[in-house]
């Protein structure tokens, strides 16, 4: 088993959606995300704060209640994740528009993908919906699978679904990693000023 939630240890008291959010692999199969409920994640994205409000993400979206299509995204994942996001009720791929114009590259497109990404996972947990990101996928195929036009880049791939304490669904060493306490680098490891690597010292 693992526990119920992982809350983050935080040096001060934050939101309650933050110190809660982690990324497991273990989701409840027999649970689905309804359509109003996933389209109050999408619109979160919707509102997320982009350079020049180009707002340079796309999402393709495969629900579990749609096997084909289900079938279909899970063929772009790594076997690794195929493994425990089968189990996931939503998947998705972030999309980026690479370009502010069309021979100007927008190098801020992938943070702002982060941006729209980081509001659609509170606003997922909100309504107790876990999501966990991937890079282990295939960007080419989905390009292909998808008709992606040039312009954009199949960026990350995205597992929502609500999360299960029964870890059988799961393979031995993804259980491990669930078990495993939730780590982080110190604030003093993050945080500089005046000069790089020297800590900041207002932190500890």
């Known amino acids: 088993m693992v526990a119920t939630e992982k809350i983050a240890e935080t040096a001060v008291q934050l939101n309650d959606l933050i110190a809660r959010r982690w990324s497991p692999r273990a989701f409840d199969p027999t ?20 350079s020049s409000n180009l707002q340079p993400w796309r999402f393709i979206v495969a629900h579990k209640d749609n096997p084909t299509e289900f079938k279909k995204a899970l063929s772009v994942l790594k076997a690794g994740n195929r493994e425990w996001a ?96 939730r780590q982080r680098q110190s604030l003093s490891d993050l945080v500089y000023s005046g000069s790089w690597a020297q800590t900041a010292d207002f932190v500890d």
């Open 31 to 50: 649970k689905t995300i309804d359509q109003p409920t996933l389209i109050s994640i999408l619109e979160a994205g919707r509102w997320a704060a982009s």
């Open 86 to 181: 089968q189990h996931a009720s939503v998947l998705m791929f972030g999309v980026i528009n690479r370009y502010r114009s069309s021979d100007v590259l927008n190098r801020h497109a992938s943070h702002d993908l982060g941006l729209a990404l980081g509001q659609m996972i509170l606003q997922a947990l909100h309504h107790d919906i876990y999501a966990r990101m991937m890079g282990g996928f295939y960007p080419d195929q989905a390009r292909a699978i998808y008709n992606i036009p040039d312009e954009y880049e199949p960026f990350t791939a995205i597992a929502f679904g609500y999360k299960t304490l029964d870890l059988g669904y799961l393979n031995e060493a993804n259980q491990e990693k669930e078990r495993a306490p």
